[in-house]
């Protein structure tokens, strides 16, 4: 069997929406036991990664108690610890202690927010590619002959990180090379993270967060228009043929991610010339 997929996420109001629960409630055998097929591989990675049950168990139950406060909310009506403890079916005195902490943010590690905006940008301004997708390899410091070199461009994203830092780091990583004709050639087509466990488990949850949080808005009947996500199942296919599927559907993917890239890249541009309102 072999499957693709693909979900385009637009930009949203980060304040927390109001969930209307429905008088005629799904049924919540049919629920669990999808529930159990989308958590197995999530308990696989935390056994693998020591994480206890309790400790599991408490991170579920604090998460039940903040996504009702944020977004099972009444009209004209604050929460109230009662409330809360009914609809979740936690103990009112957990709420209150629960409610009572604060929320962790989840923060972007830095290496991996800073790498991604320069391979990004090497990829999508005009001032370091040949053409769109296809980066132009870079003197270490831009010339005349040779137009705007790496410390340009990571000039161009950040000041707070010296240039050779990121060299050093990109040329360990075996994200950049140099050559024999002196020039830094880029080697990656979309920054990944290579080895370095906090900005892989950072890219976990938060592609896998988008594509629950796409799911679950999709068969929760929302009056807007559905998310873009579609599958191909096919059984009884040999390995040739699945490694084939597989190869073609990758590259399909770089396509259309280059081609997103490059125009997300313009539109931020152009977003960042119009004047701001007072």
Not at 131 to 147: D, F, N, V
Not at 258 to 273: G, I, L, P, T, Y
Request: net charge neutral; charged share 30%; hydrophobic share 40%.
């Amino acid at each position: 069997r072999t499957c693709g997929r693909m979900w385009i996420k637009f930009p949203h109001n980060r304040e927390p929406r109001r969930t209307v629960m429905s008088k005629d409630l799904v049924n919540t055998e049919a629920v669990l036991k999808q529930l159990a097929v989308v958590l197995r591989p999530i308990i696989r990675l935390a056994i693998r990664r020591g994480v206890s049950f309790p400790a599991f168990s408490e991170l579920l139950k604090a998460l039940y108690v903040q996504v009702a406060d944020q977004e099972f909310t009444l009209a004209d009506k604050s929460q109230t610890d009662s409330r809360l403890s009914v609809i979740t079916g936690v103990h009112r005195k957990e709420v209150k202690r629960l409610r009572g902490e604060p929320a962790e943010d989840v923060l972007i590690p830095r290496s991996a927010s800073v790498s991604s905006l320069l391979i990004s940008r090497w990829l999508t301004d005009p001032d370091f590619f040949i053409t769109a997708g296809t980066p132009r390899a870079l003197m270490r410091t831009g010339s005349l002959e040779h137009g705007l070199g790496f410390d340009e461009l990571v000039e161009r994203v950040t000041k707070d990180v010296r240039p050779r830092a990121i060299l050093d780091e990109w040329i360990d990583r075996g994200i950049v090379e140099f050559r024999a004709d002196g020039l830094i050639h880029l080697l990656v087509d979309v920054y990944g993270p290579n080895g370095a466990e906090e900005e892989k488990l950072y890219y976990f949850g938060r592609n896998l967060r988008d594509h629950i949080q796409a799911s679950v808005s999709n068969i929760s009947n929302d009056e807007r228009e559905p998310f873009f996500e579609r599958a191909v199942h096919y059984d009884s296919l040999d390995e040739a043929s699945s490694r084939e599927l597989v190869e073609r559907s990758n590259a399909a993917a770089m396509t259309i991610l280059k081609e997103v890239n490059a125009a997300a890249r313009h539109a931020a541009d152009k977003a960042a010339e119009r004047p701001k309102e007072e």
